[in-house]
């Protein structure tokens, strides 16, 4: 393929490819005038372009297709787990504790270990570290290692000693088990604020670098004072707006008790008041809030925020104008978030409620009625499909948790779509890491069947959806007006791939007019990003193509 120049901001036509456009089912070139998408069309068409544009690029075959929008992801943290300690890898206990060793020797002037991805349901000796065997591992130095889904951690008695009052609050286990809920906030704040402004630097540009390598065109950051910090947020957003690179959408997850806060989250540069707002917790960390309890545990987890909060919060944003969000995993969450928008509505009314999009972040353990819900009250629901890639299943983690039968009901896509609720799809990264074609997959190929949408819907809910979600309906997808943000990509045949053979089968005829897209087969290839443009400019070039 014809290497471009990363400046580039003038018109530019792309021809001698395929184009994903529902403009033209058949297209194989592009124009794009500065920013914005300017036509789609034919090879024959493309001719009449050639002489008039500033610059021609032959496609050599190469598939053409919106960038990805990830809907939720932690900028910082990511950039961290790529450039630290990385124990999703792990595959013993006693692998992780060498490696955190490891680790350790390597980086001295480290005030504070940084470790991510441990999985204690993955390792023969299932359990996760002691504090005690963490202190050995570390020669007493203060250190925080978060567990997969990021909402328990490990830590060092060195670290606990930064956070006074640690030991009194609620998640602290004296026993040395992973610090949830309160003591866990406190600890993650301690090890953040270790983070010098040049590492955090370096972590954000290494994330947002690794996200454009992967056609990734915007990410929607979600912070919060539970999460990262003012600093960090604003610090990101400045980062992305002062260089190329995917665009960054923000959102601060902070409870708003009037307007005045809210009028703080818009000047920290924030398009919303959600996110990570926390309702409940994880599965995996058995902080999830559920109706009945655990499987393997005699309780039903934990729940941070009532219907009457919820309510409160959604009416406030509603009346401002501002998008709200939740953080809901567990059915009782879900349900508490569903109730709460619903009080809303009789203060700020429906129409007012729907029109702000207010968003649900991982939604995991729906019902019939909350998916009706979710639709009546126009909720978007921002997923991670390779949850269920990663825990999904009968002998998951998600079974050991709930049980098999409470565990086929998770992440129910399908019956989603069929409802009417929209779909934003996002990695939670580094709960999973980057890794858009891979979520498409794993929203087509669910581990329950009935749960699996087409690889078209996973596709649109991972480009159009995150746009969407965050109030854009003009951008997400390539037609003559659009955003010029693109990715181009190698890959093999391109096929139309539907859940189950019932789904009418006209659809996956060439003479449909459903254009095609990668075959997602697990076991196939994914496709390799050549080149990701947002706004017109190249922001990541493959070398050598």
Sequence with gaps: MTQASPERSGTVLLRGGFVYSPADPFATAMVTDGGTVAWIGSE??????????????????????????????????????????????????ADALARTTAYAAANPGHRVLLGHGWDETRWP????????????????????????????????????????????????????????????HAARRAAHEAVTP?????????????????????????????????????GLLALAAGEPGPRVFGYWAEAAADHADLDRIRALGAIGAGGDLFVDG???????????????????????????????????????????????????????VTEGVRKATERAGLDR??????????????????IADFAELGLVASVQPAFDAAWGGEDGMYAQRLGADRARTLNPYAAMVRAGVPLALGSDSPVTPLDPWGTVRAAAFHRTPAHRISVRAAFTAHTRGGWRAAGRDDAGVLVPGAPADYAVWRTGDLVVQVPDERVANWSTDPRSGTPGLPDLTPGTALPTALRTVVAGQTVFARPNE
């Design 44 to 93: 024959g068409a493309a001719d009449s372009f050639a002489t008039g544009v500033d610059e021609v690029v032959d496609l050599a075959g190469a598939l053409v297709t919106p960038a990805f929008a990830d809907a939720h992801v932690h900028t910082t943290s990511t950039g961290l787990a790529l450039t630290g300690l990385d124990l999703g890898s792990a595959a013993t206990l």
């Design 198 to 234: 040049a590492q955090r630097e370096a972590a954000q540009r290494a994330a947002l670098r690794h996200a454009a390598a992967l056609g990734i065109g915007s990410l929607h950051e979600c912070a919060g004072p539970d999460i990262s910090s003012e600093d960090d947020l604003t």
């Design 353 to 370: 409620v729907r029109s702000l999009r207010h968003r649900v972040e991982h939604a995991e353990m729906m019902t019939p009625d909350t």
């Design 125 to 184: 000796e299932g359990r996760p570290p002691t504090r005690a065997e963490l202190d050995a591992a570390t020669g007493g130095r203060p250190a925080y290692l978060t567990r997969t889904d990021v909402h328990s951690a490990v830590v060092t008695t060195a670290l606990l000693d930064l956070v006074p009052g640690i030991r009194g609050l609620g998640g602290f286990h004296e026993e040395g088990g992973p610090l949830t809920r309160d003591a866990h």
């Design 282 to 336: 994880s599965l995996g960390s058995h902080t999830a809030c559920l109706h009945a309890p655990y499987a393997d545990a005699a309780h039903t987890g934990a729940g941070y925020l009532d219907a009457a909060a919820i309510a409160d919060h959604v009416a406030l944003c509603t009346e401002a104008g501002i998008q709200a969000g939740f953080h809901a995993i567990g059915d009782a969450a879900v349900a508490a």
